[in-house]
């Protein structure tokens, strides 16, 4: 009898029945993000998450190997409204200097601190360490100016 129990609860839990009352379905909610990766002439970079409406910016891995060592990183206030093309900050290597641009607009939602005390995360992992700021984007289609990953690598192999 026990077996044939085991037996009928495994099979409920196998079509996504609860252990609760008979034949009650569980509800699975499936949430799609898409992420979308998206660069600058400047070799500036964002990451847009249509889930959070959120773009991690950061600086391209062929700019962070052009600048050298990076020795001081400036980033702008969270809460900081800005406009697309904006300077949004800098960046000092021991090669030499760069300003960064904001790649979209929006409001500086968050800012990684950790690079104050260690700008060298973006020589390390310039996308997913280094990482500069989060910007919560005003408007979503300036995405869609930006370059493919493969039309950012055509504009500075040439």
């Avoid at 980033?75 to 406009?83: A, D």
Wanted: net charge negative; glycine share 6%; hydrophobic share 35%.
């Amino acid at each position: 009898m026990q077996t044939s129990l085991r037996a009928a609860l495994r099979q409920r839990t196998a079509f996504g029945l609860t252990r609760g009352s008979p034949f009650t379905p569980t509800k699975q909610q499936f949430i799609r993000t898409l992420v979308t990766k998206k660069y600058t002439v400047e070799h500036e970079a964002v990451s847009f998450n249509d889930t959070t409406g959120l773009g991690t910016v950061y600086i391209t891995n062929y700019a962070q190997k052009s600048l050298g060592d990076v020795v001081f990183v400036e980033l702008p206030k969270p809460g900081t409204e800005v406009s697309l093309g904006d300077q949004i900050g800098a960046v000092e290597s021991v090669k030499a200097a760069s300003d960064i641009y904001a790649p979209v607009s929006g409001i500086i939602e968050e800012i990684n601190n950790e690079l104050e005390t260690q700008p060298g995360l973006l020589n390390k992992s310039p996308e997913d360490q280094g990482w500069l700021c989060k910007i919560k984007l005003s408007n979503t289609s300036e995405m869609e100016e930006l370059l493919s990953e493969d039309a950012y690598k055509k504009s500075y192999e040439s």
